[in-house]
């Protein structure tokens, strides 16, 4: 440096020396971890509103399987069923699927040839019902049985719960491989730390002689690793929104695939990134730096 | 009351012999002690023990009139901040200037930087490094950055001074500067210890000798 010292305008310098070669290879390794971690948080978050879109179509219809009693068709049975229960609170629309479309559905379990004319086969009446304030299962019955019809109210609870269940594993999956990658990092962290601090011993010995208290040292290498890690969890954090945009434009309206459809809002899953990894890091830097400081005399 | 005293001390490194051996004497506020010895005779090893940079295996070290093994390790710190030290190898931080190194005691203890920024000029000047501030120690010579660590040693106004060959790299005129200021501080209050080989400065500050060898304290007079 040249020129007069300015007392004025001096500022204390790093108490840790700056940064070496080995930190970007750190910096490399969390950014990845981070990577990993957004896009299992996009995936989550794209299975979770793929469960609630299914959950919304099974939810917002029911299907009325109606058998015709004595006396009467199975068509005129049907009609009669769809009728009773379009004046129902909570349907929007009750339809009687022809004999044809009934037959068709039928036809892959038992066969064309199976389907004799005189085989009873029962009717059914889809319902499409009030998004907001769907019919119960039991409001249909109820109805049905008023009306006199023979028939068995199927409102798809069964495969809610199922994708319900299913939604919710996903969740906890995903979950759990965040919290392992976040362990992962933190363990990486850890050992990192204790390198900065074997490299830097005579740094740290020289500042512990001179009276820093171990709190004072671990500061110094939790703000150090903390700022490391945020700038690698604004990599990761960015290149994973990279990823899920190019999924987005790729995948068209509707997502990557209907199966997993990402929203636009969902790629601001990863903002918090570089917030989560400097937290992670700077305790983990922390907790490494005081456990060994503990040994010195 | 002391502001350091061994009684029966031992020490040990690792599981090596001991480097020094039932060890008693105590040190008065206000006084000046020189430490003499052959090389390996315990001078550093005691200075250690009394810079608290390590633990006596035997025996009994009070500093301020506390014992240091019942000393609470939170304690420990503040402790430290009351002794200066002067090391042999010098213990600079060379990613440091001459002036944040000379600092360093100041901003440990948490002292704002305007509080004491003026103190630290002037403490440069006066050991003549007042031209090098900006200086990195790598670009120091061996004299040079001597007087940095005695600067950074005496810059908080220490209790006890302790000084491992402080003139070891120094011309004798340095030499003759630097126990100036060690007995100044002395003056001023600071307990001083001074670890030498120099005989010249022993006999020309004619002060109490403490004398070690193979370990032991050994009486003026009394040979081994």
Same mark, same amino acid.
């Given at each position: 440096?040249?020129?007069?010292?300015?007392?004025?305008?001096?500022?204390?310098? /790093?108490?840790?020396?700056?940064?070496?070669?080995?930190?970007?290879?750190?910096?490399?390794?969390? =950014?990845?971890?981070?990577?990993?971690?957004?896009?299992?948080?996009? @995936?989550?978050?794209?299975?979770? #509103?793929?469960?609630?879109?299914?959950?919304?179509?099974?939810?917002?219809?029911?299907? *009325?399987?109606?058998?015709?009693?004595?006396?009467? !068709? /199975?068509? $005129?049975?049907? =009609?009669?069923?769809?009728?009773?229960?379009?004046?129902?609170?909570?349907?929007?629309?009750?339809?009687?699927?022809?004999?044809?479309?009934?037959?068709?559905?039928?036809?892959?379990?038992?066969?064309?040839?199976?389907?004799?004319?005189?085989?009873? !086969?029962?009717?059914?009446?889809?319902?499409?019902?009030?998004?907001?304030?769907?019919?119960?299962?039991?409001?249909?019955?109820?109805?049905?049985?008023?009306?006199?019809?023979?028939?068995?109210?199927?409102?798809?609870?069964?495969?809610?719960?199922?994708?319900? #269940?299913?939604?919710?594993?996903?969740?906890? @999956?995903?979950?759990?491989?965040?919290?392992?990658?976040?362990?992962?990092?933190?363990?990486?962290?850890?050992?990192?730390?204790?390198?900065?601090?074997? @490299?830097?011993?005579?740094? +740290?010995?020289?500042?512990?002689?001179?009276?820093?208290?171990?709190?004072? +040292?671990?500061?110094?290498?939790?703000?150090?690793?903390?700022?490391?890690?945020?700038?690698?969890?604004?990599?990761?954090?960015?290149?994973?929104?990279?990823?899920?945009?190019?999924?987005?434009?790729?995948?068209?309206?509707?997502?990557? !695939?209907?199966?997993? /459809?990402?929203?636009?809002?969902?790629?601001?899953?990863?903002?918090?990134?570089?917030?989560?990894? =400097?937290?992670?890091?700077?305790?983990?830097?922390? =907790?490494?730096?005081?456990?060994?400081?503990?040994?010195?005399? | 009351?002391?502001?350091?005293?061994?009684?029966?001390?031992?020490? #040990?490194?690792?599981?090596?012999?001991?480097?020094?051996?039932?060890?008693?004497?105590?040190?008065?506020?206000?006084?000046?002690?020189?430490?003499?010895?052959?090389?390996?005779?315990?001078? $550093?090893?005691?200075?250690?023990?009394?810079?608290?940079?390590?633990?006596?295996?035997?025996?009994?070290?009070?500093?301020?009139?506390?014992?240091?093994?019942?000393?609470?390790?939170?304690?420990?710190?503040?402790?430290?901040?009351?002794?200066?030290?002067?090391?042999?190898?010098?213990?600079?931080?060379?990613?440091? $200037?001459?002036?944040?190194?000379?600092?360093? /005691?100041?901003?440990?203890?948490?002292?704002? &930087?305007?509080?004491?920024?003026?103190?630290?000029?002037?403490?440069?000047?006066?050991?003549?490094?007042?031209?090098?501030?900006?200086?990195? &120690?790598?670009?120091?010579?061996?004299?040079?950055?001597?007087?940095?660590?005695?600067?950074?040693? *005496?810059?908080?106004?220490?209790?006890?001074?302790?000084?491992?060959?402080?003139?070891?790299?120094?011309?004798?005129?340095?030499?003759?500067?630097?126990?100036?200021?060690?007995?100044?501080?002395?003056?001023?209050?600071?307990?001083?210890?001074?670890?030498?080989?120099?005989?010249?400065?022993?006999?020309?500050?004619?002060?109490?000798?403490?004398?070690?060898?193979?370990?032991?304290?050994?009486? &003026?007079?009394?040979?081994?």
């Amino acid at each position: 440096m040249s020129g007069p010292f300015d007392l004025n305008r001096w500022k204390p310098g /790093p108490l840790l020396p700056p940064r070496d070669a080995r930190d970007g290879a750190l910096v490399f390794v969390v =950014a990845v971890l981070c990577f990993l971690a957004c896009l299992t948080a996009l @995936a989550a978050l794209a299975a979770n #509103r793929a469960a609630d879109g299914w959950s919304a179509q099974l939810s917002g219809s029911a299907t *009325v399987v109606v058998r015709a009693k004595a006396g009467e !068709t /199975p068509d $005129s049975a049907a =009609a009669r069923a769809a009728e009773t229960l379009a004046g129902v609170k909570g349907v929007s629309q009750a339809q009687a699927l022809t004999k044809d479309k009934a037959e068709a559905l039928l036809e892959p379990w038992i066969g064309r040839d199976a389907l004799v004319a005189d085989l009873p !086969t029962p009717r059914l009446v889809t319902l499409d019902l009030d998004p907001k304030a769907p019919a119960s299962a039991e409001a249909l019955t109820k109805a049905l049985h008023e009306a006199a019809v023979d028939a068995v109210v199927d409102d798809h609870s069964r495969w809610i719960a199922d994708i319900e #269940r299913g939604a919710g594993l996903a969740r906890w @999956a995903a979950l759990g491989v965040f919290g392992l990658i976040a362990a992962a990092a933190a363990a990486v962290i850890t050992f990192a730390t204790r390198a900065g601090l074997a @490299a830097r011993h005579e740094v +740290i010995e020289v500042l512990h002689l001179s009276g820093a208290e171990a709190g004072f +040292i671990a500061k110094l290498f939790q703000n150090r690793f903390a700022a490391m890690a945020a700038s690698a969890g604004l990599l990761g954090g960015a290149a994973a929104v990279i990823v899920g945009v190019t999924a987005r434009l790729a995948g068209g309206g509707a997502g990557l !695939t209907p199966v997993l /459809p990402l929203a636009w809002i969902d790629l601001l899953a990863p903002l918090p990134c570089p917030l989560i990894a =400097a937290l992670v890091a700077g305790l983990a830097a922390r =907790a490494a730096a005081l456990r060994l400081l503990r040994d010195m005399p | 009351m002391p502001v350091v005293r061994f009684e029966g001390v031992s020490m #040990r490194y690792g599981r090596g012999p001991e480097t020094l051996r039932d060890v008693g004497f105590s040190l008065a506020p206000g006084s000046f002690h020189f430490l003499t010895g052959a090389s390996g005779a315990g001078k $550093s090893s005691l200075l250690k023990l009394i810079y608290l940079a390590h633990r006596a295996s035997r025996g009994r070290v009070e500093l301020f009139g506390r014992d240091i093994s019942l000393v609470h390790a939170g304690d420990l710190p503040f402790l430290r901040r009351r002794i200066g030290v002067v090391f042999q190898e010098f213990r600079l931080l060379e990613h440091l $200037s001459v002036f944040d190194n000379a600092a360093l /005691p100041l901003r440990i203890a948490g002292r704002k &930087p305007n509080t004491y920024r003026d103190d630290v000029a002037e403490l440069l000047h006066w050991v003549g490094l007042g031209e090098r501030m900006h200086a990195l &120690p790598a670009t120091l010579s061996g004299g040079e950055k001597q007087r940095l660590a005695i600067a950074r040693a *005496v810059v908080d106004r220490p209790d006890v001074l302790l000084a491992d060959e402080p003139t070891g790299n120094v011309d004798p005129a340095m030499s003759l500067r630097l126990l100036r200021l060690f007995v100044e501080l002395n003056r001023l209050g600071t307990t001083v210890l001074i670890a030498t080989h120099d005989e010249e400065l022993v006999a020309r500050a004619a002060r109490p000798v403490l004398h070690l060898e193979h370990g032991r304290l050994i009486e &003026p007079g009394e040979a081994e």
